[in-house]
Structures are given as structure tokens and as C-alpha cells.
């Protein structure tokens, strides 16, 4: 009879796999989500286990408790808010170092930290920080330094559709981010041992190939991705060819496999009646992939890939291994104990998809005879992968390479049959100059040929970026396609039609139109500034460009992929925090008619922004109500543009960084109440006065203003003022972009990127008072 996994005596039939990936997996949750109780329920249920002797029970509760308490780890070494801009003292040893001009950034294994400053929490919980550091001197991987550093807990913009920083900081296992102080100066404590792979980096540039041919070889062989440009990973993503330039499953399978077939060659030519009994050919395989991943250094994805491809030999060997599926369920399971925060990487349930996949392609069928078989079925797989791994990766990153299915056809052999073996040809021929300068040299030819070949490509089929509300149904449709033609047991005839009707869905998918008179508000959350997006049924109009940070970052580069198109771009004065993305924006973007104050000098033709403009399209009315024509005598935040939208009978109001004596200039010709209230100067006590906030009376108001920003935005008299008032209150510092419905006749609906916890009940409901940073 049929036992569960945790029945007492032998092991059942079910075996310990899928429970052990299980139990890692629920560990995982069960840090995450910290409910109450937890060590003390954990404890009564190890008791009642060992009582009642369920020794498998007691451990895949072991595992659980260890995945749990690894997450719970990593949230608690976090860096207390009680240390945001004080002065710290850090030691540790430098895992990368990137330069970009003037400013170096780090990643730094954190060995020793305290704050300099008295009676302050400490910080000894830390393990990596990352850091920006200006005019930094010279720096390699490997050193340790003692550095005195400025730091933020982990955060990121929250923006929809768009890249989440602080989820990467968080699986990448980064609990800080800052900058180096110049004062004191870093120190070196003690220089880079030379580690195997750093030897063959410097190898590897002694040689006469090109500077691609150098970066690919460096990525596919070594793993070193951190050589590859921004240029390099920009194509590889357009052609949805990322995943070849990491240390996967393939690049380790195809050591193993080397060393196997040299191992099993050796054992027939020493023991010829007995070579396929010979058990340490596979044992040298192992090997091979373990110290090839340990070349790479043990990074996850060259981690994922060595426990894949041991459990993989270890199903291949046929000795007493398990069967494919529990092969998956005990990789998966040894990754997530090993690497809980690997749950949270993309790349893990990329990889594990397509393993998953490909034994459903394969499980039952008879291996491919002569060339042409072979050939049919690298084709046919890789046309059933291709939709399952698009789902994934839209799921994953809102984007599709429509040039990934054919571009991998070719690719895919390309790199695993030719420039993959070669590259590593190349390492182990290296006493030998002339056969590994070969090699390598081939290896640099195929590099520019795929590169050309992938440029071609991506000329022809762009990036798309689907629009957010489509991406979980275009993933959803592409899902069903791929198991329609991997699931075995169905008719061919199913399988075409189930196809047709699920392409012409997809086909037809497109996001929902805003109908006539009603206009989407969105607040982007771009930081210490503002960047504003109106959009109606045919009318795109962005108020304010937001910020340029020193590094030369405009987050207005990460919000929209390039060959967006404004109808207008109302600049409201020409402050870093409002204009600062104006050249990303020209650089990137289509804009039809600019408009800003009459004296703002920002190198593109502009439409003077003065009181009584004021236009209509798709319904919605537009007016300008400030600056005067006459504003010389006005400071620079003063003469900014006031926009009022009306939708209907709702009304939006941006008041850019207009002070409060000015205020009262323009309050009056407000007409009706205020719907939406983007609050002025980021919700500075220079805005935002008694009088105006007691006229306008706005049922909501966004203050659009950074995390942790040092101008303590908004005021606590500012916040208090609005809440008197009854305004809902929200801020991109804490919930992220916020997006409003104006003229849809059933209220202003406005909902936040980052939704908090504290916004889902309570005696005030959504409405809970934001509060000022000091």
C-alpha cells in the first residue's frame, strides 16, 4: 500500500526528493513571512515527532527549520533605520569592483563594522554592502580595505512594469547600500590573493584576441559576466541569448561529459570486459563539474549548475539513482537548502523549467539515430522550449526577445558544440601555445560571427516591452502552448487546434483603452523629484522629467524602453529634481511640443508656460494657472508652471515648487474641489500654506519625494495641515508610483506600486495619515 513521506519504518515509495524540495521551499516561506509562534510551534512539533519516532519527519523538519532560519538571518542583518547617515566603520574584502568614470562601485564582504559616533545600534550583523565610492584609488577584487561609509537600508524605486532594485539587492544578499566618505581616506589592509580564477583573468589579457573575443571567453568559460558591457548584456537580452553567457548546467554538463566519455575511454582500454562497470569514470565526472564550478567561483548560478549536473550523472549512472523526476525534485531541493535566497532569483526557476520541460519532452521516447535524427531533435526542442521559456521570462522581467526562437536554433549548437569546447580546449592546451592560441582564435572568429548574427537579429525583431496588464496573460497563453505540445498522450489534432485558439488570443491581447473623458494619473516614484505621466485615449502628456544623480543616472532611463512618444512635456522650472532627465528623455524618446517657464534654458525649443494657456484633448481639459507673463521678479521655484486637469467633474492640481505667499495668486481660480493634489516642493514647509490647503480641501494628496531623503520631506506641519483637512495622504517614499483614475464616475481610485499593510484596514481605512520623516 501507498504510504506518505512521513511514515514511520522504511523509506515509503514516494521517496525523499519532492518532500525534501518541499520542506526547503516551505522553510523559505516561513522566514519570509515570520507569522507568530514560529520557533515555539516548530519546537512542540520536532517533540511530538521524536514521540512518535517519524525519523524523516524530524528531517524535513531540520531542513525546513534551516531554510527558515537562513531567510530570517538575512532579514535581521538589514541595517537598523536608527543608523541611516551616520558615519560607520566597515572592514572587508572587495568581491567586485566596477568603474564607471569618476565613481568606482563596490561590493564588499563585510568582516568588521561599528559606528563611530556613541550609544548608536550596531551594525556587526552586517555581511555585504554596496557602495559607491568617488576618486576612489585602485582597487581589485580581493583586497580588504577599512573603509569609513555613509549607510541606507536596502531600497530601490518602485515603478510598475519596470526594474525592482530592492528585490535584487535582497536575493543578491546586499543588507545596505552607501557611499565611501573621503574623510578619513579608505585603507588597504592587505592585498588579493591570487585565487585560480583571477590567475587565468590575467592569462586570459596577456593574449592577443579582441576585446569581445576576451569578454566571452572570460564569461563562458570562467563565469566572469562582470566583464561583459553594458553593450554585451543590452544584445544578449534583445535576443534573448542571456542565458548563454552564464555558467549553466551546460557549460558544467559539457565538463562532466568530457571527463566522463576521457574516464570511460581510459577504463576500456585498461579493463575491456569490464569498462561499463567501471564506477570511477563518473566519480571523475563529478569531480570535473566540482572543480569547474569552484574555477567559476561557486557564484549561484555555477552552484545551481554543479548540483544539477551531479544529480544529473548520478541519474545517467543508472546505479541504483533515481528516476528524473525525483532527480529534479533533489536538485531543487539541495539548491534551496544550500541557497534559500535563490528562490527569489529568476534564474533558478528559469533553469529548473526547462530541465522540467525537457524530461517531459523526452521521458518515454527512444534517443535520436544518425545525424538527421539528432539534428530533428535539437529543432524540436528547441521550439518547445521557446515558449515556455518566453512565459518565464515575461513573468520574470515584463519583457519578450521575439528573436529568441530562431536566433537559439542557431545559437545554441553554436555555443555548446563549438565555442564552449574550444574555449576550454583552449585552458587545457595552454602548455601547448600554438594549439591553444588556435583554439582560441576559432573561438574569437565564432564570438563576431554570433555577435553579427545576433545584431542582425535584434534589427530586425526588437526588444518588445508589453504593456504591465498584459504581461500575466501573454505569460498565461504562451504556458498552455508549450504544455500543449509537451504533455504526452495527446492527439496531434488537439494539439494544432488547442494552438490556434490560444495564438489567436494572443494575438488579439492587447492592454484595455481609456476611453474618452477619462484620464490615468501617475505618480512615478523617481526619488528626491518628480516626473508626472498623463495619459487619456490618444494624449500622452509627462509634467516634470525628474532627477540626474551625480553618477549621471536619470531614473527616467529605467521607466519606459526607448521610442516612447509625448504629446507634451511641461517643465515646471529648470531645478535639477524636476528637469534632470531632460537629455535622457530628448536621447531616448519622441516629444512633439515642450513647455516651461520663459526664461528656462534647457537646450530644446520650448512654448513659454504661462497663466490662461490652456487646451482640451480626448475630452479632458487642460489649464495653466501660473506663472504670470510678467515673472522676472519671481525666484526660480516661484515662476514654476501650476498645471489644473479636469476630467469631468474630478479635478488634479500640480503645483510644482510654487511657494506659499504665491499660493494665494492662483488658489481662487481653482474651480471646484480638488480630487488629486500633488503637494508642492515635495511636501517642503515652503509650500503647501494654511489657506491654500483649507480652500482646495483635496480628498487626495501625493507627496512625491525619496526614501530617506536628508530635506526631512514632507514637514510633519505639512503632513498635520492636510490630515486636518481630511486628505487621504500618500508618498512615492512609501508606497512607490501611485496611479490615479480621474472621470471613470465612480471616484478617485488611487493605488500604489508598494501597497502597505497598514493601508488595508484600520478605523480610517486606506486613508491612514503618511508620516514626516523627522
Known amino acids: 500500500m501507498h504510504r506518505d513521506a512521513c511514515a514511520a519504518g522504511p523509506v515509503p515509495k514516494i521517496g525523499m526528493a519532492m518532500p525534501l524540495a518541499l520542506a526547503a521551499l516551505s522553510g523559505v516561506g516561513l522566514g519570509w513571512l515570520a507569522p507568530p509562534g514560529l520557533v515555539g510551534g516548530w519546537a512542540l512539533a520536532v517533540l511530538m515527532l521524536v514521540a512518535a519516532r517519524r525519523w524523516h519527519c524530524l528531517l524535513l523538519l531540520l531542513v525546513m527549520a534551516t531554510t527558515a532560519h537562513d531567510v530570517l538571518s538575512a532579514r535581521a542583518a538589514e541595517l537598523p533605520a536608527g543608523l541611516l547617515g551616520d558615519d560607520l566603520a566597515v572592514e572587508g574584502r572587495l568581491e567586485t569592483v566596477s568603474r564607471e568614470q569618476e565613481l568606482t562601485r563596490l561590493t564588499v564582504r563585510v568582516d568588521a563594522c561599528r559606528p563611530l559616533a556613541a550609544d548608536r545600534p550596531a551594525c556587526d550583523s552586517l555581511r555585504r554592502v554596496r557602495l559607491s565610492h568617488y576618486a576612489a584609488p585602485p582597487m581589485q577584487p580581493g583586497e580588504r580595505w577599512a573603509l569609513t561609509v555613509r549607510l541606507r537600508p536596502p531600497s530601490g524605486f518602485a515603478n510598475p512594469g519596470t526594474f525592482d532594485y530592492r528585490a535584487w539587492l535582497w536575493r543578491e544578499g546586499i543588507q545596505a547600500t552607501g557611499y565611501v566618505r573621503r574623510d578619513p581616506a579608505a585603507q588597504r589592509l592587505s592585498a588579493a590573493s591570487a585565487s585560480l580564477s583571477s590567475r587565468a583573468l590575467d592569462q586570459l589579457e596577456s593574449r592577443s584576441l579582441s576585446p569581445l573575443g576576451t569578454r566571452w571567453l572570460a564569461a563562458l568559460t570562467l563565469g566572469a559576466g562582470e566583464r561583459l558591457t553594458d553593450d554585451d548584456w543590452e544584445l544578449l537580452n534583445a535576443s534573448g541569448t542571456t542565458h548563454l553567457m552564464v555558467i549553466s548546467g551546460l557549460h558544467v554538463g559539457l565538463v562532466a561529459t568530457f571527463a566522463l566519455l576521457v574516464g570511460r575511454g581510459v577504463a576500456r582500454l585498461v579493463m575491456p570486459g569490464r569498462w561499463r562497470l567501471a564506477v570511477w569514470p563518473w566519480w571523475l565526472a563529478g569531480m570535473a563539474a566540482v572543480g569547474y564550478a569552484g574555477v567559476a567561483g561557486m557564484e549561484p548560478p555555477a552552484l545551481r549548475a554543479m548540483l544539477m549536473t551531479l544529480v544529473g550523472l548520478w541519474v545517467a549512472s543508472g546505479r541504483h539513482a533515481p528516476g528524473p523526476w525525483q532527480g529534479w525534485w533533489l536538485a531543487l531541493g539541495l539548491v534551496v537548502l544550500l541557497d534559500p535566497l535563490a528562490v527569489w532569483r529568476p534564474g533558478l526557476w528559469l533553469s529548473f523549467l526547462a530541465v522540467a520541460l525537457l524530461i517531459l519532452i523526452w521521458q518515454g521516447r527512444s534517443r535520436p539515430a544518425g545525424l538527421q535524427g539528432w539534428i530533428w531533435a535539437l529543432v524540436r526542442t528547441q521550439l518547445l522550449l521557446a515558449p515556455l521559456m518566453a512565459a518565464a521570462v515575461l513573468l520574470a522581467f515584463a519583457r519578450l526577445a521575439p528573436a529568441a526562437p530562431l536566433v537559439n536554433l542557431a545559437a545554441v549548437p553554436l555555443v555548446s558544440t563549438l565555442m564552449v569546447p574550444l574555449g576550454l580546449a583552449g585552458w587545457l592546451l595552454l602548455p601547448i601555445e600554438p594549439l591553444s592560441r588556435l583554439c582560441w582564435g576559432l573561438f574569437d572568429w565564432l564570438a563576431h560571427g554570433l555577435a553579427h548574427l545576433l545584431e542582425m537579429a535584434v534589427a530586425g525583431l526588437p526588444l518588445w516591452w508589453p504593456e504591465p496588464e498584459t504581461v500575466l ?302
Open 473 to 774: 496573460p501573454l505569460a498565461l497563453l504562451l504556458g498552455a502552448i508549450a504544455l500543449l505540445w509537451a504533455l504526452p498522450g495527446l492527439a496531434a489534432g488537439l494539439r494544432w487546434v488547442g494552438t490556434l485558439l490560444l495564438g489567436m488570443t494572443l494575438i488579439g491581447l492587447e492592454a484595455p483603452d481609456i476611453p474618452p473623458g477619462v484620464l490615468r494619473v501617475r505618480v512615478q516614484d523617481v526619488g528626491q523629484g518628480q516626473l508626472i505621466e498623463l495619459r487619456s485615449a490618444g494624449y500622452r502628456l509627462l509634467y516634470d522629467t525628474g532627477p540626474r544623480f551625480g553618477s549621471g543616472f536619470a531614473p527616467l532611463q529605467s521607466l519606459w524602453p526607448p521610442g516612447q512618444h509625448f504629446d507634451t512635456v511641461l517643465v515646471s522650472h529648470a531645478d535639477q529634481d524636476h528637469a534632470g532627465g531632460l537629455d535622457a528623455l530628448v536621447e531616448r524618446h519622441s516629444v512633439d511640443a515642450y513647455l516651461a517657464p520663459v526664461d528656462a534654458a534647457l537646450g530644446v525649443p520650448l512654448r513659454p508656460c504661462r497663466r490662461g494657456l490652456s487646451w482640451e484633448r480626448d475630452g479632458v481639459r487642460y489649464r495653466v494657472l501660473w506663472p504670470p507673463p510678467r515673472a522676472a521678479h519671481l525666484s526660480g521655484n516661484d515662476r514654476s508652471c501650476v498645471l489644473e486637469v479636469a476630467a469631468g467633474d474630478e479635478r488634479l492640481l500640480i503645483t510644482g515648487d510654487v511657494g506659499r505667499q504665491w499660493e494665494r495668486a492662483f488658489v481662487e481660480d481653482v474651480e471646484g474641489p480638488v480630487t488629486l493634489l500633488v503637494a508642492g516642493h515635495h511636501g517642503s514647509a515652503t509650500s503647501s500654506g494654511a489657506q491654500f490647503v483649507q480652500t482646495l480641501s483635496p480628498r487626495h494628496t501625493v507627496f512625491s519625494a525619496g526614501r530617506f531623503n536628508g530635506y526631512g520631506h514632507p514637514a510633519d506641519e505639512v503632513v498635520r495641515r492636510f490630515r486636518r483637512s481630511g486628505s487621504c495622504l500618500w508618498s512615492t517614499a512609501l508606497d512607490g508610483a501611485l496611479t490615479a483614475w480621474l472621470g471613470r464616475g465612480e471616484g478617485s481610485i488611487v493605488s500604489a506600486a508598494r501597497p502597505a499593510a497598514w493601508r488595508r484596514g484600520g478605523v480610517e481605512g486606506a486613508c491612514h495619515a503618511v508620516e514626516s520623516p523627522h
